[in-house]
């Protein structure tokens, strides 16, 4: 069973359009969480879905919106783009590592959005 | 708020040792390290949650002082694999939040 799957990995658009990325956990990880990296810098938590419902978000404006289906993948929309919307979006799943008798993350590779 | 790292990078040349510093103005309730390959996702290293507790992964090894609200990442005689950027991330009290750093690029040349 693959880790964490996104799509597309690259991508290109232009300022004002819309995006939708996607992810798919691993079998059975329900708590997926959206991160957005600039060139250079640290993830920057956008929201996290659990259930279907948006459980936490970020410091993001609402052109950033989310969508969790019932079989635990998860779509990243970003509508009227901008030129600073451009930066790899990682998708991460929760789950418990016994080992670190904690929950941690599992990221996937990510989508590059480039926005001209 | 996001924890701070230092230093922002550093370049060693294979076997030389090196630390990596995480803190933050907040309350540390726990530390997660991950690292971070170029073109590559963010890998979890290790994951500190008391304070004082350290932790080893093969000679990567941290702590973390709960008191002074910060971590150390130690990478002993490096090798060239070692390379890449770490990220410290400290979770918010709500659930799996996770808040990381700006990051620590880590350079071992031959």
């Known amino acids: 069973d693959a880790g964490v799957t996104q799509s597309p990995t690259h991508l290109i658009k232009t300022r004002g359009q819309q995006v939708t990325l996607r992810c798919s956990p691993k079998?059975?990880?329900?708590?997926v969480s959206w991160y957005q990296q600039a060139l250079g810098q640290g993830p920057q938590f956008i929201f996290q879905y659990y259930e279907e419902e948006e459980r936490q978000r970020g410091n993001f404006p609402d052109r950033f919106s989310g969508h969790q289906f019932p079989n635990y993948s998860s779509e990243l929309n970003v509508n009227a783009l901008l030129l600073g919307d451009s930066a790899l979006y990682l998708c991460?799943?929760?789950?418990?590592?016994?080992?670190?008798?904690?929950?941690?993350?599992?990221f996937g590779a990510g989508s590059r959005l480039t926005v001209l | 708020q996001q924890p701070v790292q230092s230093p922002q990078a550093v370049i060693l040349r294979e076997g030389e040792d090196a630390v990596i510093n995480c803190s933050s103005s907040?309350?540390?309730?726990?530390v997660h390290w991950y690292r971070q390959k170029h073109g590559e996702a963010p890998v979890f290293l290790m994951i500190l949650l008391k304070g004082g507790e350290q932790k080893g992964h093969e000679k990567i090894s941290a702590s973390f002082n709960e008191k002074k609200q910060q971590s150390s990442l130690y990478l002993t005689a490096s090798q060239l694999s070692y390379s890449g950027t770490y990220f410290c991330g400290t979770p918010e009290r709500s659930y799996d939040k996770v808040i990381f750093g700006p990051g620590t690029s880590l350079s071992v040349i031959p």
């Open positions: 907040k309350a540390l309730y726990s």
């Open positions: 079998s059975g990880h329900d708590t």
């Open positions: 991460a799943t929760t789950s418990y590592r016994p080992s670190s008798g904690a929950n941690v993350l599992t």
